[in-house]
Structures are given as C-alpha cells and as structure tokens.
C-alpha cells in the first residue's frame, strides 16, 4: 500500500480542498460587497442648439425695430409760396406843372426880403451844394419832381421817416436859423419854389401870407 493512499493522505487532501473552497467563496464574496474602487467618469450633457424664430411682426410695425427706438417717417417739407406785399406809392407830396405856374422863384421876385436878404436865393443855393439832399431825393424816388414840402406844416414825402424830406427840412432850417431876424421875418405870400442844380427837382415852399420864421415855429418872431 503506498503513501498517497494512505488514510492520513486522504484526510489532508479533503482538508485542503475545503480550504482551497472555502477561500474562493470568501473572495467571491468580498469581491461582491466591496465597492468599485474606480468610479465611472461623469457624463458630460450634450449642448442641444435651438433656434427661436422670431415673432411676426403686426401689421402696420413696418419700419419699427424691437428694442431701439421707432424710425419717424420722413414728411416732404412743404413750403409756402412768398408772397409780395406792396403798397401804393404815396404822391400826395407831388405838385403838377399847373399848381406852381405862378410860384415866385428866387431872382424872380417874391422871393423874400431885398438889399442881399433874398432867403430863397439863399435856401435854393444851400440845397444845391448840399450831397445829403441829392442822396434824399433820389432814396425817396422824387428826383425830376415838383415836391411839396411846406404849406404849413412840414408834408410828409412818400414812406419817409420825417416829414419834409428829412435831409431837405434840416438843410432849410439850418439856413434859415442863422439868417438875419430881418430876413426871415419878411412877410411872404403864396408859393415859392426852390430848384437843384438839375433844373427839374423842385421844391415848394409856403402857403396864404406866412413868413421864413413860420417853418422855424417861430410865428411872428
């Protein structure tokens, strides 16, 4: 009989297969109930695009923007036709060639005073030099005219600021202030008509019995 079949043999190798058994189950089992030591890698989400249409516009919103502010429609500009205002010319101041037919004119008697005291030779040679009464009687459109400026009172001339001409009744009054008291009390009558170098600008002067004074507003002084 040999030593393997021997009953101590048997008895060490069932022992050692129950071991071996026994071992395997308790790996298995640890095997079971231990946890992963390695975890799983986390799950990134998929990025989904979505494309939001936008809302129909309501009718009516065309060239409005959501979000800025609203576009104004251009107007065509509309502009009003000028229109001219004129006024008729005022020549209430003109004289025709009838009304100072029988004026008197310097050098031609009447004119006033006498013995080198002739105030219409003088006042007549005063406008004549002067270039502020030209510059006035053609602003004023009266050039070549017969114009009234005294019978009176001082005539307004056309749209003038000042009566009488303005440049034309300060020039006369101006002679007329440093002439003698004895010339420019002289007693006159009627009309008295000056003239410029031209010949056809004329101005009258005077209305009934008065004096040179009478247009200073020195009446009988």
Excluded: Y
Excluded at 146 to 168: I, T, Y
């Amino acid at each position: 009989m040999t030593k393997s079949n021997s009953p101590g043999g048997k008895g060490r190798r069932r022992l050692l297969a129950l071991t071996l058994s026994a071992a395997a189950h308790v790996a298995i089992l640890a095997a079971l109930l231990w946890p992963s030591a390695v975890s799983s890698p986390p799950v990134k989400p998929a990025l989904v695009m979505v494309n939001v249409a936008a809302a129909p516009k309501p009718p009516g919103a065309v060239g409005l923007n959501i979000g800025f502010s609203p576009v104004q429609p251009m107007l065509p500009r509309v502009t009003a036709p000028e229109v001219e205002i004129t006024s008729p010319s005022d020549t209430s101041d003109l004289l025709s060639e009838a009304q100072i037919a029988g004026a008197a004119s310097p050098g031609g008697g009447g004119g006033g005073g006498g013995g080198g005291c002739e105030m219409a030779r003088l006042v007549q040679q005063a406008l004549r030099r002067d270039p502020m009464v030209h510059s006035a009687v053609a602003r004023a459109d009266r050039a070549g005219k017969a114009v009234l400026l005294w019978n009176g009172d001082w005539v307004q001339s056309g749209a003038e600021d000042g009566k009488g001409l303005s440049v034309v009744r300060e020039a006369i009054l101006w002679e007329v202030g440093f002439a003698p008291a004895a010339c420019r009390n002289t007693p006159m009558h009627g009309l008295v008509v000056l003239s410029l170098a031209d010949g056809g600008t004329r101005f009258a002067i005077g209305s009934g019995s008065w004096r040179w004074s009478d247009l200073l507003g020195l009446r009988g002084r």
